[in-house]
């Protein structure tokens, strides 16, 4: 965590905390990388550059659809004391939003927890889906899935449209779904043109202002299963742009999945750095090189 001469206010898996005043947020994205909810020790590198990189493209494209809680990605717009040059490309200066206590998720192939209901009960969320579906399978449309926020330490749990109302309201909870189907429309589209496909991802949003924006990440591969067009068979787990080196190589340890870790030789880290890179180059038809902070 840098010494930002700025108020700590929390530290994730991922992501560092800060107050920059105003009613405005530091959000500095570490290259830590977790799995099965343990921190490992060794960081993926220019990953938390991926991320930022990525969200602030895809703020820039929803722009005309949906605000978004980002300010600036620029050193210079930060209060002095935290302009580091270690933070750049890695940071977003963001209005302070009174965050919505749910996850916004769009599912539009089944696969994850998803999958696992659906061959148990033939369900998903709930809900009846059509008889007949193999793992990985496209869904006859994108589909709104919520789940609450957990607590440190807990996991989400995957909630019904009607609890989504419950908790945050109908109008609120309508807007919510509607803009996040359409916003997974718009991507899944742009990405598939360039070959990849997003399986599902998880929106967070929030107020500002009255308004509902888009926060934190946005179809990141963190937030996100992207996964090759080329690749992806259904009846089978499409490899994935992400931290799958490093979950596949610890599945091949006797390792119980609590801390401590168990070390990652490099050429897992880096198999897992060089995903996250072309990720964010493919999707984008942008140079991480380009992004500050290279």
């Known amino acids: ?18 107050d920059a005043g105003d009613g405005r947020l530091l959000m500095v994205t570490s290259d830590r990388i977790s799995a099965f909810d343990v921190v490992m020790d060794e960081p993926v590198p220019d990953k938390g550059r991926v991320l930022t990189a990525m ?9 005309d659809r949906i605000g978004s809680h980002l300010i600036s990605t ?6 002095e004391s935290a302009r580091k040059p270690e933070i750049a490309g890695r940071f977003m200066l963001c209005n302070r939003a009174e965050m919505l206590p749910i996850e916004c998720i769009v599912r539009g192939y089944i696969t994850g927890s998803a999958w696992k209901e659906y061959r148990t009960s033939g369900t998903m969320h709930g809900a009846d889906l059509p008889a007949g579906l193999k793992e990985s399978d496209r869904l006859p449309e994108p589909v709104f899935t919520p789940s609450t926020k957990a607590e440190v330490g807990d996991h989400d749990e995957n909630i019904s449209f009607d609890k989504a109302i419950s908790i945050i309201g109908e109008e609120l909870a309508n807007k919510a779904r509607d803009l996040s189907l359409a916003l997974y429309s718009a991507g899944a589209e742009l990405a598939a043109e360039r070959g990849i496909i997003i399986a599902d991802t998880k929106f967070e949003m929030g107020i500002v202002n009255g308004e509902l924006v888009l926060a934190d ?29 490093v ?21 897992v880290v880096d198999a897992s750095a060089i995903r996250y890179r072309e990720a964010y180059e493919r999707i984008t038809h942008r140079s991480l090189a380009d992004w500050p902070g290279a």
């Open 217 to 245: 990440e946005v179809l990141t591969p963190d937030s996100s299963r992207f996964w090759p067009a080329d690749e992806w068979v259904p009846g089978t787990t499409p490899p994935s742009f992400d931290k799958q080196p």
């Open 247 to 267: 979950r596949d190589y610890l599945d091949t340890l006797d390792w119980n999945k609590q801390a401590p870790p168990p070390a990652l030789p490099p050429e």
């Open 55 to 63: 969200s602030a493209f895809w703020f820039e494209q929803f722009a």
């Open 1 to 18: 965590m840098a010494d930002l001469g700025l108020p700590h206010i929390y530290s994730g898996k991922v992501r560092d905390i800060y």
């Open 74 to 79: 620029d050193l210079a717009d930060l209060p």
